[in-house]
């Protein structure tokens, strides 16, 4: 069982910075991909970025590409999202997920675990 806490959401202007923060409980995380998602009024909950659980591999969507960096902390259980050049379609509720294995990363059937959401708010 992974219980996951994110965190860092806030409102912020166009082209600003925000690192989101994502809490994991257990003794299996670095033994999990993890990825973060978003889903904004009225659309479906769609892929951002995931990392693998020893944190050598990444994978971006390209609408985020070059903009948002994924990490992690193994000894800390948590896995962060910086989020850079933000735009106000960036605009959405951010949720972390945990994954199995690293396979079908953008779908979000392959997540078993999920936090709760942290809203963030760009503004133009």
């Known amino acids: 069982q992974v219980q996951l806490v994110e965190s860092g959401g806030g409102l912020v202007q166009a082209g600003g910075s925000l690192r989101l923060s994502c809490a994991a409980s257990?003794?299996?995380?670095?033994?999990?991909?993890m990825g973060w998602f978003r889903q904004a009024p009225g659309k479906e909950r769609e892929f951002v970025a995931a990392?693998?659980?020893?944190?050598?591999?990444?994978y971006y969507a390209d609408s985020v590409k070059g903009r948002f960096t994924i990490s992690r902390d193994n000894a800390k259980n948590t896995v962060y999202l910086q989020m850079k050049s933000l735009k106000p379609e960036d605009t959405a509720v951010y949720y972390c997920?945990?994954?199995?294995?690293?396979?079908?990363?953008?779908?979000?059937?392959?997540?078993?675990?999920w936090g709760q959401g942290t809203q963030v708010t760009v503004s133009s």
């Open positions: 997920a945990a994954a199995a294995g690293w396979y079908n990363l953008g779908n979000r059937y392959n997540y078993n675990y």
């Open positions: 257990g003794r299996t995380f670095s033994s999990h991909t």
């Open positions: 990392i693998s659980g020893s944190g050598d591999s990444t």
